[in-house]
DNA sequence: TCGTCTTTCTGACGCGCCGTCAGATCGCGT
DNA sequence: ACGCGATCTGACGGCGCGTCAGAAAGACGA
């Protein structure tokens, strides 16, 4: 652990530069959170980290690093989820394991969707970086959902005709929009719980091939 | 038709006017296109499209207004969309027109995948316009969808645990991504039409309730 | 306590883009 | 050919970017 961070010269940083730099980290996620990518300026960060412009280049060659960081951070707390996903679903009970993934989904995405938004229009639009670092959170989620497709498949409760690396970035995708809709959704009516129960059968019924 | 263009002033404006606008919105799409927002520069914009940046300014209060423009033009073609969700599928046989839907919403997105990522972030971080503008172009599918749930559950094949709104806005978030992870398919070796396949199981059985 | 060396921070600068305004240019109607 | 509204533009002040040389802050031995 305590990875050896290092400075845009190359140099390992020492304890007050680490400082430094989480501090400028803090306060991008916060400006991120409040004002958008769009609008984020390295002058407001640190301004708001209480430095000068020049020493958020002594850690960082510009936002996109930061920003990077930032995700390689939330990685960290997309791990743990794959202990929803293992052993697979396979009977009717385990429906409350796919509502508890589907709640700790939520608050992942809750926590961090300032970075992620980011980090996913950012490899959407090609970028190499982010879409590895996309890549390298969602591949561990995303081998289990599509093994679970497979058993589904060879009992016989799966549709033949699922592709399961297919299936499981589908439910990836639904999922990364959790909150996506949610205005909408709040506006007609429809309530946190029901959107959870929804979400819920979905994925249960794709990957699990049993409907509730 | 013809809706009455307005400049900033207020002004109607004329043929040429009009002209030069389109001009300028053409080039925002293809600089967004290859660029991508965080990169677009209005100069750049009126470079491309010959003439000074304060031309931009006559048409556009801001870049916001020109993607804006763009998004709207982008809800023409998602209109049609809904055509193959009525009347709502009902028996195994439909899963055709299901697939059909898919091509089509694969072929929409293709065709305006950089401005609707914008719209969805700018929606997605809370404007409000950029909101209305996503939800005016989805409402329409949206409906649809909810309505085939509700008929499916009606005739006992559809899981009543679904809310059938959120339902449909799960398989629009699903749909909205179809592209998003497409190169970490590609690179898993799934071809295109087993992710056709796929999207088209899963819309066809949360929706319809029957399993292919 | 002091001097020196290393680490860390910063003020100031040149550059390029933003958004605005007053005035130039265009082209239609007569 | 002239006049006038419609349309376009060059130029400008302001601001954020990213860089650099050097200042400040610690660490350490004497």
Redesign the pocket.
């Known amino acids: 652990m305590a990875e050896e961070l290092l400075?845009t010269d190359g140099?390992?940083?020492?304890?007050?530069?680490?400082?430094?730099?989480q501090r400028l980290l803090d306060a991008t996620l916060e400006l991120l959170r409040r004002d958008g990518v769009l609008d984020?300026?390295?002058?407001?960060i640190t301004r708001a980290a209480?430095?000068?412009?020049?020493?958020f280049?002594?850690?960082f060659?510009?936002?996109d690093a930061a920003i990077l960081a930032l995700s390689e951070a939330a990685i960290d707390d997309e791990k743990p989820l794959v202990e929803f996903l293992q052993p697979a679903w396979s009977t009717a009970a385990d429906i409350e394991r796919a509502r508890a993934f589907v709640d700790a989904y939520g608050e992942y995405w809750n926590d961090h969707y300032a970075v992620l938004i980011v980090r996913n229009l950012k490899a959407e639009q090609g970028d190499v970086v982010f879409r590895s670092a996309r890549t390298r959170a969602n591949l561990l989620l995303l081998r289990r959902m599509a093994d679970m497709v497979t058993v589904g498949q060879e009992a016989g409760r799966v549709p033949s005709g699922l592709d399961p690396f297919a299936a499981a970035a589908a439910m990836m995708a639904m999922l990364d929009r959790l909150f996506a809709y949610q205005n909408e959704l709040r506006r007609r009516g429809t309530s946190k719980s029901a959107q959870r129960e929804t979400l819920t059968t979905i994925l249960f019924q794709t990957l699990c091939g049993i409907a509730p």
Chains 1, 2 share one sequence.
């Open positions: 400075a140099r390992v940083i020492g304890e007050r530069a680490t400082a430094s730099r984020l300026k390295v002058v407001d209480g430095s000068a412009p020049a020493t280049y002594q850690y060659s510009d936002l």
